[in-house]
């Protein structure tokens, strides 16, 4: 029966928890056998006393109702009175399992709003004391839990039904220690936090994910820690099960690639419960599994992503308590072709490393250099100085480095390093682009440069960045137009959103207009033009200027932010590709091929498809000079074509395979020759 409008359920096993409750000032009702609108059972402010339970199970009734407004003094009153309820014995082991769910899954549903929403981490702390302290020691109200886990759904279900679960497989391999086993469970309760920031069609998709894609889920465990960081109830050994819970034993999970050895205890418990719940759920991308064909997904991977001493304990937990028959674990560390994923999770189209597009040419450092490096924005940086340690260059190029490390990095963590930049050694803030385990003793990082730091910034500490923030720089899908929103939070820029900017600053100023400390934006560019070194404060100057009103002065700065060539500088120019003014997109298109901007291929692709024939071959001609063979063939097109373009696409091309083809009619017939001798027409 479909519930009734405007009313909320309240399970009949935590009914008996309010019995005899006179300060639950709430109207309580019975659901209508036909349908119709509920009936009054207790008056609010009346004494909710005794129901016949045996009468209204007999009834068909298996919860009451109350309003929805009324629903947060009831599940106060039920939190409130758990761990009496649990520790007296009060109803049936089902109705007690019912209770701890109800509190459970409430609990959960305010901590999803955000980790720190009011004391929701306290409340969590509460609820897990009462399940260690008057679950576990009842195996009957465990089993119930256990056989509700494959019916719940939801994302505050999972992490209610996942960190019960974790604590009751963690109390059979770890013992009774209540505190290793309350951090288990709220490592438990906030595991898949960081799924918040993911959007729903994303975390639903069905079919393939792109590597773009993919690789923002394999952020959550990172997103998750970031949201807990500033929280001093979370210890770090919390946060380091939950950035464990999707490593794997033979090395192939993320985000570290942490072998079994590297792995805790809990994290290897938390990844079975986990994906065994997961399993059991249904997902947008495919259907759910029976509790007995995720166990024997778990037994066959036993060894190989699941720790197969712990997959024994929890085969013999399920037997013991949800019925499900003992399959014999056999562990398996061969690779013999089979998914080794207990497949609850997305798959992507291509390999990893090739999420981020095009890359920059890099140079091998054969003869060791090690260079200084500071901790500045990291999940487990302590308060106070950001730590300094030193790494050992593997490789670099203009964009970033490679460089090995005693510790591990996480994505998206900020990392300052001292570079040589032509004979001056200069700080320049980083972001961890990728981490992966290499040997016992060592990591292997990836760091892409965000900008260069005066002395006084060089110890400042930053935050970790977000998963939007991720995608800007790393993926380069909206890069910012000022240096300083790289480290704040923003979402991607649009053109309409660059369009509106602009219209703004017109109504604040004019071209000739000086900024706020009294400068003349063209004397900035003036000052930049002649100085062959420009100053950090000079350089963020230029670059804000990216956002300027006049079409005209964002035009003059492309050539600027070229000559600065810095990663913010480079940012800027992949910015202006989408500008609203032809004459600076066009600009900012031409440099970034003589620039071979990488990171600006995304943005080129899209103009590739733009109705200004002009603009899509000026952007095919500057992801030829990045490599993009497959650009060449939009030039032919016009090439063989009619209209006013042809002879500048003739041109184009020419430039693009190393000929001559003058933009007249001579010119024009000459490629049309050279595409048909060379069949570059069918080629491409």
């Known amino acids: 029966?479909?519930?009734?409008?405007?009313?909320?359920?309240?399970?009949?096993?935590?009914?008996?928890?309010?019995?005899?409750?006179?300060?639950?000032?709430?109207?309580?009702?019975?659901?209508?056998?036909?349908?119709?609108?509920?009936?009054?059972?207790?008056?609010?402010?009346?004494?909710?006393?005794?129901?016949?339970?045996?009468?209204?199970?007999?009834?068909?009734?298996?919860?009451?109702?109350?309003?929805?407004?009324?629903?947060?003094?009831?599940?106060?009153?039920?939190?409130?009175?758990?761990?009496?309820?649990?520790?007296?014995?009060?109803?049936?082991?089902?109705?007690?399992?019912?209770?701890?769910?109800?509190?459970?899954?409430?609990?959960?549903?305010?901590?999803?709003?955000?980790?720190?929403?009011?004391?929701?981490?306290?409340?969590?702390?509460?609820?897990?004391?009462?399940?260690?302290?008057?679950?576990?020691?009842?195996?009957?109200?465990?089993?119930?839990?256990?056989?509700?886990?494959?019916?719940?759904?939801?994302?505050?279900?999972?992490?209610?039904?996942?960190?019960?679960?974790?604590?009751?497989?963690?109390?059979?391999?770890?013992?009774?220690?209540?505190?290793?086993?309350?951090?288990?469970?709220?490592?438990?309760?906030?595991?898949?936090?960081?799924?918040?920031?993911?959007?729903?069609?994303?975390?639903?998709?069905?079919?393939?994910?792109?590597?773009?894609?993919?690789?923002?889920?394999?952020?959550?465990?990172?997103?998750?820690?970031?949201?807990?960081?500033?929280?001093?109830?979370?210890?770090?050994?919390?946060?380091?099960?939950?950035?464990?819970?999707?490593?794997?034993?033979?090395?192939?999970?993320?985000?570290?690639?942490?072998?079994?050895?590297?792995?805790?205890?809990?994290?290897?418990?938390?990844?079975?419960?986990?994906?065994?719940?997961?399993?059991?759920?249904?997902?947008?991308?495919?259907?759910?599994?029976?509790?007995?064909?995720?166990?024997?997904?778990?037994?066959?991977?036993?060894g190989r992503q699941f720790d197969a001493d712990y997959v024994r304990c929890w085969t013999d937990l399920m037997d013991r308590l949800g019925g499900i028959p003992t399959v014999d674990v056999v562990t398996n560390t061969a690779s013999d072709g089979e998914v080794l994923s207990s497949r609850h999770e997305h798959r992507t189209t291509a390999p990893r490393r090739n999420a981020y597009g095009n890359r920059a040419k890099r140079f091998a450092c054969h003869t060791p250099k090690s260079i200084r490096c500071i901790y500045a924005g990291g999940l487990f940086v302590p308060k106070g100085k950001a730590r300094e340690f030193t790494a050992d260059v593997r490789d670099a190029s203009r964009s970033g480095l490679c460089v090995s490390c005693a510790g591990r990095m996480y994505r998206g963590e900020i990392v300052n390093v001292l570079i040589d930049g032509g004979g001056s050694k200069q700080w320049v803030r980083s972001i961890v682009a990728w981490c992966r385990r290499v040997d016992s003793s060592s990591f292997r990082c990836g760091v892409q440069f965000l900008q260069r730091l005066t002395p006084d910034e060089i110890y400042l500490r930053a935050p970790v960045q977000t998963l939007t923030e991720l995608q800007q720089t790393l993926l380069g899908t909206a890069p910012p137009t000022q240096p300083e929103q790289l480290l704040a939070k923003a979402r991607p820029v649009t053109n309409a959103d660059m369009e509106n900017s602009m219209q703004e600053a017109k109504q604040e100023n004019t071209p000739g207009d000086t900024s706020a400390t009294g400068e003349s934006p063209r004397a900035t560019l003036r000052e930049a033009q002649e100085l062959r070194d420009i100053p950090i404060a000079l350089e963020r100057k230029v670059i804000a200027l990216a956002s300027h009103a006049d079409a005209d002065l964002r035009k003059d700065l492309v050539p600027i932010l070229a000559k600065i060539n810095s990663r913010p500088a480079r940012g800027a120019i992949a910015g202006l590709i989408v500008d609203p003014d032809n004459h600076v997109c066009i600009a900012a298109i031409e440099s970034a091929g003589l620039l071979e901007l990488h990171e600006a291929s995304g943005k080129l692709h899209k103009r590739l498809k733009d109705s200004d024939v002009t603009i899509m071959l000026r952007a095919a001609a500057s992801l030829a000079q990045l490599g993009d063979e497959n650009a060449t063939a939009h030039v032919v097109k016009v090439v063989q074509g009619d209209g006013p373009h042809v002879r500048l696409a003739a041109r184009i091309l020419g430039t693009i395979l190393g000929q001559r083809f003058p933009g007249n009619a001579e010119g024009v017939a000459a490629a049309r020759r050279y595409i048909k001798a060379r069949s570059l027409a069918s080629a491409v």
């Open 1 to 302: 029966m479909a519930k009734p409008p405007n009313y909320s359920k309240i399970p009949l096993g935590a009914v008996r928890a309010l019995s005899g409750e006179d300060s639950a000032d709430f109207a309580v009702y019975l659901e209508h056998k036909k349908g119709d609108a509920p009936v009054l059972y207790r008056a609010a402010g009346a004494e909710l006393t005794t129901p016949d339970f045996e009468r209204l199970t007999e009834g068909g009734l298996q919860c009451l109702l109350v309003q929805p407004d009324d629903l947060r003094k009831c599940e106060a009153v039920l939190e409130r009175r758990l761990r009496d309820v649990l520790d007296s014995g009060e109803g049936t082991p089902a109705e007690r399992a019912q209770l701890v769910a109800h509190v459970g899954t409430s609990i959960a549903r305010d901590l999803s709003g955000g980790p720190c929403a009011e004391t929701g981490l306290a409340r969590a702390n509460t609820l897990l004391d009462s399940i260690i302290g008057g679950v576990l020691s009842d195996p009957s109200v465990s089993a119930n839990i256990l056989s509700m886990a494959a019916h719940e759904a939801g994302t505050a279900t999972h992490m209610f039904v996942v960190s019960t679960l974790a604590v009751l497989l963690g109390s059979e391999i770890l013992g009774d220690d209540a505190t290793t086993l309350r951090e288990l469970g709220l490592a438990g309760m906030m595991h898949d936090i960081g799924k918040l920031a993911i959007p729903v069609e994303l975390l639903n998709k069905e079919g393939l994910l792109t590597p773009e894609e993919f690789s923002l889920i394999q952020q959550h465990p990172v997103e998750s820690v970031r949201l807990l960081r500033e929280d001093p109830t979370v210890s770090d050994s919390i946060r380091r099960i939950i950035l464990e819970h999707h490593e794997r034993m033979d090395g192939g999970g993320y985000p570290l690639g942490l072998p079994g050895e590297d792995i805790s205890p809990s994290g290897r418990i938390l990844s079975i419960v986990d994906s065994y719940h997961a399993m059991i759920g249904n997902r947008g991308y495919r259907v759910a599994r029976t509790a007995s064909e995720a166990m024997a997904t778990i037994v066959r991977n036993a």
